[in-house]
């Protein structure tokens, strides 16, 4: 990559008091526009597509709306003036040499030339994809942003006299940069989105094809399988699989010939995809047995199904994921070097990291790796949920996946700019070149500073509660925070355009704070605030804050305890639907949520802290002395544990107790549910029902993963006791959210990772708190409350213990995870070095 300089519009360094002189530069830049008069006018090919066209009318467009002057396009050239040259680079020879340009090869087909001085600006591309491309890099580099979606979010800087010297040659880290919305796009995001995507070069102009495949050759070919049954997989005695039978020649030269008939039939198109249905159930027959590994057959097909396209089409490319079963790199078969395999950055088979995972595949062959990304999932769209709001984990990944042979990027992401905005444009940057991961704070405060203008300070700490400081937890004290420094922001500026994006924002606070009550509601009111999330996501759906599509289809089938009556379906249009508004919010409504929202959230004297639910052992951790809680935990109502499986196949071995309340035992027997957190279904492996009789039984889970689990015990409030074998490595969850409450006096114990200088939480409890050395280091007033205790000098990084506590205590500064030893504990994988 050439780096070229910019130079700013004139008026802006006109501003700051700086010239050409004091720069140490000897400029010989192109005027653009002077005095609200174009000096140039932008040039096309006489033959210039229709792509190239359209390009070219938006930079007129766009630079009016910079300079107020207005530009003219034209494909005739102007005697004796300097014109602005937009098109592809055979379309101006005199204008294309000194550049390696390769429009038809994969690498070369987004290549740009943006070259600016007194003779001209020409803005030229390999392809018409890359010409528009260079044309939006041109305007940001004259100041144009466009942060978000909607004309809200573009940042159209006051210059007036445009100016620019520069001689940039350019193309992409990554070949494709897809950041696209699960659930899909809805009737008021499409046109937004793919402008921001133009504006914001991407996707790109490759077509990656990776959906699930298998079972779609399936529909697609009826007769093939009325004629050939042996071709589906054999699943119990049946040939009845989506897998496909993979080891029989027949299947594999009839979804190659599918393969290359698709390719004739869209000559344009560049891959086709042979990624395996979802689920299990592979081929059981001795054949697909005798191929390998279940990676090793969903490479031979994509194997044969790249050879016969190269030999009977040309250079075209086959998509795979690595997920799930197919996740670990393949055993006996070398990946050909057409298909192109995107590792899944979640739901990873056999105890593989991603990057051990990215390493094997690219040492099993291939041309080029991919990355299948997951910037949001299951957050709800709430603060610090998901990993497209994680500045610095977008920071860090990017890079480090491209170093390690990544060219192409998919990311399942949402419309849901509140949360994930600001890293969604962040990741924009990256892709196209990682080296601006060095930049990545002076993107932020760029975009702090363009806007919120006057009230960057506010916002600055907004964005740091939400997105570039830690995980917040999901409070009181988060919700009073943002409300609080949103008013202060209103009240800090009068521009209507920042004012505009204020007030976005605080439809989108506004909606974190509905959620929360929604899921923290009883039963009694559970409906009544799911109704009320409902309307006012949908209401305020344009301003793209919240992925009210994905909310409205999906929250009602993961939570039975609510309803949505026929006509108020996601999908009946608002006239017929009275769940669905499109008034607009008055500057009355959203000064009173405000206000409102700041009366009903008080702050805390300390600041919560989240941490990761990805939990491995601890390791080299020692307790205080002191009895350990050997004979369970009674709790009442729902209740989380974490424990660790270290070889699979296993069985989790607990007694439990159900009914310990005689008189509440009608209510139904207590529930314990395993699931293995490495199954990507999120689909339990073992569940079991105690009868509430008084009576300790044991009970067997059994699972066939390896790593972490999750168990979620549940009862009628008759209150059940769970105790497990000494040694097991089995956590209780005791973070604000999950609030478990034991029944008796208990004693765990808890870690404080190094650097933590106070413990903070909320507690309704008596007992004590103890310091790594054994000494009492608080007292729980017999009141509930939030609490604060001193972390002393070099009692950071190590085991706490609460001792004889009777009542609730939530962790809020520290990881919530309570053990019953050291040897038991787990921790934060960010925590433990080497995980």
């Not at 009016?64 to 055979?90: C, D, H, K, T, Y």
Request: net charge positive.
């Amino acid at each position: 990559m050439i780096r070229g300089r910019t130079i700013a519009p004139v008026c802006a360094l006109a501003l700051l008091g700086v010239g050409w002189a004091a720069l140490g530069v000897r400029a010989a830049p192109a005027v653009l526009s002077r005095e609200g008069k174009a000096l140039m006018s932008i040039r096309v090919a006489p033959d210039a597509s229709e792509e190239v066209r359209r390009s070219a009318a938006d930079l007129a467009r766009l630079l009016g709306r910079l300079s107020g002057a207005a530009f003219a396009v034209s494909a005739e050239a102007a005697a004796g003036a300097p014109a602005l040259v937009v098109g592809r680079a055979a379309s101006f020879p005199d204008l294309a040499g000194g550049v390696a340009w390769a429009p038809k090869e994969l690498t070369g087909r987004e290549q740009y030339r943006l070259k600016a001085d007194a003779a001209g600006v020409c803005l030229l591309g390999a392809t018409d994809t890359a010409v528009d491309y260079a044309v939006w890099d041109f305007l940001y580099r004259l100041g144009y942003r466009r942060y978000f979606p909607g004309e809200r979010w573009e940042i159209i800087p006051p210059a007036r006299d445009l100016a620019i010297e520069l001689d940039v040659v350019t193309r992409p880290d990554y070949f494709t940069r897809v950041i696209w919305y699960g659930y899909g796009l809805w009737d008021y995001n499409a046109a937004p989105y793919r402008e921001w995507q133009r504006a914001n070069r991407m996707p790109g102009s490759f077509r990656l094809s990776t959906g699930h495949a298998y079972d779609h050759f399936i529909r697609r070919n009826p007769q093939i399988f009325k004629e050939h049954p042996e071709y589906l997989g054999l699943w119990e005695g049946e040939r009845k699989s989506s897998k496909l039978c993979i080891s029989n020649p027949g299947l594999r030269q009839a979804v190659a010939n599918w393969a290359v008939q698709e390719f004739r039939a869209n000559p344009g198109m560049d891959s086709i995809s042979m990624e395996p249905s979802d689920g299990g159930q592979w081929c059981q027959c001795a054949g697909c047995a005798a191929l390998g590994s279940v990676s090793d057959r969903a490479v031979t097909l994509a194997n044969a199904v790249a050879a016969a396209v190269r030999e009977q089409v040309g250079e075209r490319y086959v998509g795979i994921y690595a997920y799930s079963e197919h996740s670990p790199p393949p055993e006996r078969v070398r990946v050909d070097p057409n298909v192109i395999v995107s590792a899944a950055t979640a739901f990873i088979r056999q105890g593989f990291t991603f990057d051990r995972m990215l390493e094997g595949w690219g040492k099993a062959g291939g041309r080029y790796l991919g990355v299948r990304e997951y910037y949001t999932l299951g957050g709800r769209d709430l603060p610090g949920r998901d990993r497209g709001g994680n500045v610095a984990y977008l920071r860090e990944t990017l890079p480090r996946f491209h170093a390690r042979g990544a060219r192409f990027m998919s990311s399942e992401s949402g419309d849901n700019w509140g949360p994930c905005g600001l890293g969604y444009y962040i990741a924009s940057r990256l892709l196209w070149d990682v080296k601006e991961a060095d930049r990545v704070e002076a993107h932020v405060e760029e975009f702090i500073t363009n806007a919120f203008g006057s009230a960057a300070d506010p916002m600055r700490r907004f964005y740091a509660l939400i997105n570039t400081g830690p995980r917040p937890l999901i409070s009181d004290d988060l919700v009073g925070r943002m409300y609080r420094l949103l008013a202060e922001a209103r009240a800090a500026s009068k521009d209507p355009a920042v004012r505009g994006r204020l007030d976005e924002l605080v439809l989108y606070t506004r909606y974190v704070e509905a959620f929360r009550d929604y899921n923290n509601a009883p039963a009694k009111t559970r409906q009544d605030a799911f109704e009320f999330l409902i309307r006012h996501s949908y209401r305020m759906r344009k301003t793209m804050m919240v992925h009210v599509k994905a909310l409205y289809r999906d929250l009602p089938s993961r939570d039975r305890s609510v309803r949505v009556p026929a006509d108020c379906a996601w999908n009946v249009p608002a006239p017929r639907n009275p769940w669905k508004s499109d008034e607009p919010f008055t500057e009355t409504e959203i000064a009173s949520m405000l206000k409102e929202g700041i009366a009903r959230h008080g702050l805390l004297d300390f600041t919560p802290v989240s941490f990761s639910e990805d939990l491995v052992p601890g390791g080299g951790l020692s307790a205080p002395g002191g009895a350990v809680q050997a004979e369970g935990l009674p709790m009442r109502g729902r209740r989380t544990f974490y424990l660790w499986i270290e070889k699979a196949p296993a069985q989790v071995k607990l007694t439990v107790t159900a009914g310990m309340i005689a008189h509440y035992r009608d209510r139904g027997p207590a529930k314990l549910t395993l699931y293995p957190l490495n199954d990507e279904f999120g689909k339990p492996s073992a569940e079991a029902a105690v009868p509430p009789d008084g009576q300790a039984r044991e009970v067997l889970l059994d699972t066939t993963f390896e790593g972490l689990h999750r168990l979620e015990v549940s009862d009628g409030n008759d209150m059940t006791r769970v105790n497990w074998p000494a040694g097991l490595r089995m956590v209780l969850d005791a973070s604000l959210e999950a609030r478990p409450t034991i029944s008796q006096r208990w004693t765990l114990y808890f870690y404080v990772p190094p650097g933590v200088r106070e413990i903070g939480g909320y507690a309704s409890a008596q007992g004590s708190v103890e310091t790594p050395e054994g000494r009492a280091a608080f007292e729980f007033p017999k009141r509930e409350g939030f609490f604060r205790i001193p972390v002393p000098e070099g009692q950071d990084g190590k085991l706490w213990r609460l001792r004889q506590i009777g009542g609730g205590v939530y962790l809020m500064t520290v990881p919530p995870f309570l053990a019953r030893s050291a040897e038991e504990m787990l921790l934060p994988k960010e925590l433990v070095k080497g995980k």
